[in-house]
């Protein structure tokens, strides 16, 4: 069964514009990660944010996490067109290590 | 660096065949993963092992069998494939419990059943 939710599921930029990504989630996690995924190949794990965290940061990416909306979003800045791929996110629930994946957010960055 | 490496990148079998899709990991994770990738339904579950010999559903394991005879190695078998086992498979590690839960993943196996 699938916990996390991505929206939108496209989006569709210019290079240098910033992307946001959201990911809802219905029960309590103690964990979210995010992936990205280039056309046709395996997944790369981007950034884990544990429940006790609010924000953090990667390079060009901020992930958020508000546990009170059961949500969270992936924010990349200043995106290049190599960032073009679908991006998944990820919730570890209790003692679990076995993440549960969202169906994803497919970006189109356009030079 | 982790490496998961997968046996093949793309596969045709034919209805009825025996299909093999092999798994090989070299950072000593105590778990692995296969899921399979369909449009629009993201990855799901088709079963994991969280030690050499021990496996347990995932989400999706009928039609579909495990085998963990190395630690580094994990072997998904598809005991007689049919068409609508025609998917992207990935294979994914990760270290063992109480640790970060981040997950490694192979390049995947394009597999058409015909």
């Known amino acids: 069964s699938q916990q996390g939710e991505e929206d939108p599921q496209a989006l569709s930029i210019q290079e240098g514009e910033n992307a946001t990504m959201n990911c809802s989630y219905k029960t309590s996690i103690n964990n979210l990660q995010w992936y990205r995924q280039n056309s046709g190949r395996g997944l790369v794990h981007l950034i884990l944010?544990?429940?006790?965290?609010r924000e953090k940061h990667s390079g060009r990416l901020r992930v958020t996490l508000d546990t009170s909306k059961k949500s969270s979003s992936l924010l990349i800045t200043a995106s290049r067109a190599a960032d073009t791929a679908s991006y998944f996110c990820a919730t570890g629930r209790g003692g679990s290590y076995i993440p549960t994946f969202g169906r994803g957010t497919s970006l189109i960055v356009h030079p | 660096d982790v490496k998961v490496t997968q046996s093949s990148r793309y596969l045709v079998k034919r209805t009825g065949e025996k299909v093999f899709l092999e798994c090989v990991q070299d950072?000593?994770?105590?778990?692995m993963f296969w899921y399979r990738q369909d449009p629009g339904l993201g990855l799901r579950l088709i079963y994991f092992s969280y030690d050499v010999k021990m496996k347990e559903k995932g989400d999706i394991p009928e039609g579909y069998s495990v085998s963990r005879e190395k630690k580094e190695r994990f072997s998904l078998i598809l005991e007689s494939a049919s068409t609508n086992q025609t998917s992207m498979y990935l294979c994914a590690s990760s270290p063992g419990q109480g640790s970060t839960y981040e997950q490694y993943f192979g390049p995947g196996t394009r597999l058409t059943v015909t």
């Open positions: 944010i544990r429940s006790n965290e």
């Open positions: 950072m000593d994770h105590e778990n």
